[in-house]
């Protein structure tokens, strides 16, 4: 039972563009969502997060949006960079819940890549 | 400041063999979590552990286990190894655990022959 789902395993973008990754969840306990970047060859990095209480959160270039009733998260990524190539990772938690839902929750993971 | 510290970043094995990985968090660091990568796989949680007691666990056999130290440092035991067990094996720190953001090391590649 895939309770994160990244239903794009690949996107390709151009520089300067802006990328958007997608991610859907299942499980109507999460009320805690990251998304992580990871290179080939080194453990993934903390992008983001956004509680259930806001819709949006931004952090320069990266912007989060949730959509609880959809149970859909999307990342923004503008503009994009050629740096930016890596595979994005979104996670997510139970923040208020004990048991199996305290612990994060990853999706397969999308591979982006940025063309100059 | 010293990020997550996982050895070794190589090893090879045999079925039936165990292995042993090991995990150094960041300081301050009480809580370390295991994941697994496999190719299509995502990343999928092996088990946390926080002030050397396990406190969540994934759907993994018995034949993964942990335990952390009173330094927070943490190992993961795999027993009689199978071939599906050829992985990425990630370690992750968080101050307190639960759904911080957490650190992760660049992992140990385990491959089985």
């Known amino acids: 039972d895939q309770q994160v789902k990244q239903n794009s395993p690949s996107l390709s973008v151009q520089e300067g563009r802006i990328s958007i990754l997608n991610c859907d969840y299942t499980n109507s306990m999460f009320d805690y969502f990251l998304w992580y970047k990871k290179y080939p060859a080194e453990g993934p990095t903390f992008l983001i997060s956004i509680s259930s209480i806001k819709d949006k959160n931004e952090d320069g270039r990266f912007t989060v949006f949730l959509n609880k009733s959809a149970k859909h998260l999307s990342l923004h990524i503008v503009p994009s960079q050629p740096g930016d190539s890596a595979v994005y990772f979104c996670?997510?938690?139970?923040?208020?819940?004990?048991?199996?839902?305290?612990?994060?929750?990853f999706g397969k993971g999308t591979l982006l890549t940025v063309n100059p | 400041k010293a990020g997550v510290t996982q050895t070794p970043r190589y090893l090879i094995k045999t079925r039936g063999q165990q292995v042993t990985l090991s995990c150094s968090p960041i300081s301050g660091h009480r809580s370390v979590s295991w994941y697994q990568q496999t190719p299509g796989q995502g990343l999928q949680f092996l088990f946390e552990?926080?002030?050397?007691?396990?406190?969540n666990k994934g759907n993994f056999p018995g034949r993964f286990s942990g335990r952390q130290f009173s330094n927070s440092r943490s190992e993961m035991n795999v027993s009689t190894l199978e071939l599906g067990d050829s992985a990425l094996y990630l370690c992750?720190?968080?101050?307190?655990?639960?759904?911080?953001?957490?650190?992760f090391g660049d992992g140990t590649r385990l491959s089985i022959l």
């Open positions: 996670a997510a938690s139970a923040t208020y819940t004990g048991g199996s839902n305290y612990k994060l929750t």
């Open positions: 552990y926080f002030s050397e007691t396990q406190r």
């Open positions: 992750a720190s968080s101050k307190t655990g639960g759904s911080q953001p957490q650190h």
